[in-house]
Nanobody
Framework: QVQLVESGGGLVQAGGSLRLSCAAS????????LGWFRQAPGKEREAVAA????????SYIDSVKGRFTISRDNAKNTAYLQMNSVKSEDTGVYYC?????????????????WGQGTQVTVSS
């Protein structure tokens, strides 16, 4: 099992910044990829960004490219999502998740372990 705890959500004005954290513990040796997902009210959960567990390759959905940055601190077993120039459409519950080998970064069903989520609300 891998346990994930997100933090850092809150209320932010459009154009502002927020940094989300995801602390991982447990059997992290099985991890292959870490992803950030979000779910807005009435919408399906969607991938936002992902990074290989080694901290190498990062991927983003088009709508956040150039604004969001995903990173990992291996020493702290923690991942981050730096959100800059936020927009109202970034509002939602943000989840971090871990997938094992073969997980597709943009497929929520491929991720086995999930955090409880943290709310991000962008006011216009």
């Amino acid at each position: 099992q891998v346990q994930l705890v997100e933090s850092g959500g809150g209320l932010v004005q459009a154009g502002g910044s927020l940094r989300l954290s995801c602390a991982a513990s447990g059997r992290t040796f099985s991890a292959y990829v870490l992803g950030w997902f979000r779910q807005a009210p009435g919408k399906e959960r969607e991938a936002v960004a992902a990074i290989s567990w080694s901290g190498g390759t990062a991927s983003y959905i088009d709508s956040v490219k150039g604004r969001f940055t995903i990173s990992r601190d291996n020493a702290k077993n923690t991942a981050y999502l730096q959100m800059n120039s936020v927009k109202s459409e970034d509002t939602g519950v943000y989840y971090c998740a871990v997938g094992t080998y073969g997980s597709r970064w943009n497929s929520p069903n491929d991720f086995a372990y999930w955090g409880q989520g943290t709310q991000v609300t962008v006011s216009s």
